[in-house]
């Protein structure tokens, strides 16, 4: 079993900044992508940021030039930088990883969420 486990959310003013970090652990072989999704109130989930395992990122058009994702394979572990935030960052924000298990199947994995509260 693998399991992914949050931390850094929290409440921040406009402007301000938060680190998500997201660690994998449990029946590990490899990871492939990781990545970050978050969900407002009455909205659908959506991409924030992914990366590769050899590094390559991409991010949505809202998040660009504010938020940095980033990787320590060592660790499994994901990082989101968020910058500038804004109101409409709120969201639960969640981790997703690729993983190729002991068994060497791959799966798609969620981690339980952080809320991330903006206020202006």
């Known amino acids: 079993q693998v399991q992914l486990v949050e931390s850094g959310g929290g409440l921040v003013q406009a402007g301000g900044s938060l680190r998500l970090s997201c660690a994998a652990s449990g029946s590990i072989f490899s990871i492939n992508a990781m990545g970050w999704y978050r969900q407002a109130p009455g909205k659908q989930r959506e991409l924030v940021a992914v990366i590769t395992s050899g590094g390559s990122t991409n991010y949505a058009d809202s998040v660009k030039g504010r938020f940095t994702i980033s990787r320590d394979n060592a660790k499994n572990t994901v990082y989101l930088q968020m910058n500038s935030l804004k109101p409409e960052d709120t969201a639960v924000y969640y981790c997703?990883?690729?993983?190729?298990?002991?068994?060497?199947?791959?799966?798609?994995?969620w981690g339980q969420g952080t809320q991330v509260t903006v206020s202006s």
């Open positions: 997703n990883a690729r993983v190729r298990d002991l068994k060497l199947l791959w799966d798609n994995y």
